[in-house]
């Protein structure tokens, strides 16, 4: 019986000690997101070999004010292209006849970046994994960057 008195007693005492455990870092959490949000729907298309147009939705959020792409053809290779306002496409040229791998972040006005979208293409046309065979070629729209090509569609 002093067993289970004692078994008790200490299930007791864990359960209310546990009950506060949040209070020591409550104070420290801010209600609101601190991260910018990231970009949805990447595509890339290819025109010629050695070009290739992404394409990307922006957040519905104000919080995104700047953008950061980075594209790697190796580990070890890697370019960054920051962009001072937001944008919804960006074409790349002189590439080689690769895979390369694309990590697009937003960014806001404090500098915190958000999660990165990343995603491999070869500028190749029609390459499998480029967005290739929905008649693309017939819209060159889709290569203009000026065009608003989320609002539109």
Not at 96 to 102: I, L, P
């Amino acid at each position: 019986m002093k067993k289970y008195l004692v078994l008790l007693s200490c299930a007791f005492a864990l359960a209310v000690s546990c009950n506060k455990m949040d209070s020591n870092y409550r104070d420290y959490i801010d209600e609101h997101q601190t991260y910018s949000p990231k970009v949805e729907n990447l595509a890339a298309r290819s025109a010629e070999v050695g070009s290739l147009t992404l394409r990307w939705s922006l957040p519905e959020s104000s919080l995104p004010q700047t953008m950061e792409i980075v594209y790697a053809e190796s580990s070890t290779v890697s370019e960054t292209i920051v962009v001072d306002k937001l944008i919804t496409a960006y074409t790349f040229s002189g590439l080689k006849e690769q895979g390369y791998s694309f990590r697009i972040y937003t960014k806001d006005v404090f500098g915190n970046r958000s999660v990165p979208v990343v995603h491999d293409f070869n500028p190749i046309p029609h390459r499998e994994g480029n967005d290739s065979g929905d008649g693309y070629d017939d819209d060159p729209k889709w290569f203009d960057l000026d065009y608003d090509w989320n609002a539109n569609n």
